[in-house]
């Protein structure tokens, strides 16, 4: 079964600089999809990014990358010159061929000022 | 709709009692999903629908909880006879294969049992 581990419960980090947040997987399939979505506290969920499994360049879209290390089975976000709008709730979620999407526990991400 | 509604936004019941919770998705989306999240805590994948069929409604917690969906359009879930435990943010999501799977979600109905 398909399995998403978010390791950070929580992350700091200083305005303008960029930021990290951990994500690995775990599919037996051969063809997956990567998801990063963005909760802030309105609740809203936001998608930021995507990284399909036969990609072979990392997935980019403005501030946000997706560092994709296929044989390490890691899908880590890369969020450049943090703003304080970034600060929320970060979940990292994949589906594999199947409708069931599966959703990490979250990182909540501070940005200080 | 350029995006999924929710309504309500915000529901406050008595125990006991049934709510009904409306999903609008994005139009064209052929996939719906809800999903159930707890103060502070992940998402809950509770029901998805394929046009108006839900292949799998396995994570539906217990038989008070039932949704439906008119073909490709709205979808409601409800909850009969509240419970407190039932408390939390209901998402609805929507997709298109055309879009890669990629779900995009409503804002939520925040549902307080008391």
């Known amino acids: 079964a398909q399995k998403i581990t978010q390791t950070q419960p929580g992350m700091f980090v200083q305005e303008k600089e960029a930021v990290t947040l951990d994500c690995t997987y775990d599919t037996s399939d051969q063809s997956y999809g990567l998801f990063w979505y963005k909760q802030p506290s309105s609740g809203e969920m936001i998608f930021l990014i995507y990284q399909g499994s036969y990609d072979e360049q990392n997935a980019t879209e403005g501030r946000y990358s997706l560092n994709f290390q296929k044989a390490r089975k890691s899908a880590n976000l890369v969020i450049s010159a943090s703003q304080l709008g970034d600060s929320a709730m970060y979940f990292c979620?994949?589906?594999?061929?199947?409708?069931?999407?599966?959703f990490g526990t979250g990182t909540r991400l501070k940005v200080l000022a | 709709g350029a995006g999924v509604s929710q309504s309500p936004s915000n529901k406050v019941t008595e125990k006991g009692k049934d709510v009904e919770l409306r999903c609008d998705p994005i139009s064209g989306h052929t996939a719906l999903y809800w999903y159930r999240q707890r103060l502070g805590q992940g998402l809950e994948f509770l029901i998805y629908f394929q046009g108006n069929s839900a292949p799998d409604k396995s994570g539906l917690p217990s038989d008070r909880f039932s949704a439906e969906r008119t073909g490709e359009s709205v979808s409601t879930l409800t909850i009969q006879r509240t419970q407190q435990e039932d408390s939390a943010v209901y998402l609805c999501?929507?997709?298109?294969?055309?879009?890669?799977?990629?779900?995009?979600f409503g804002p939520g109905t925040r549902l307080l049992v008391l």
């Open positions: 999501a929507s997709s298109s294969h055309m879009e890669g799977q990629t779900q995009y």
């Open positions: 979620a994949t589906f594999a061929g199947t409708y069931k999407y599966i």
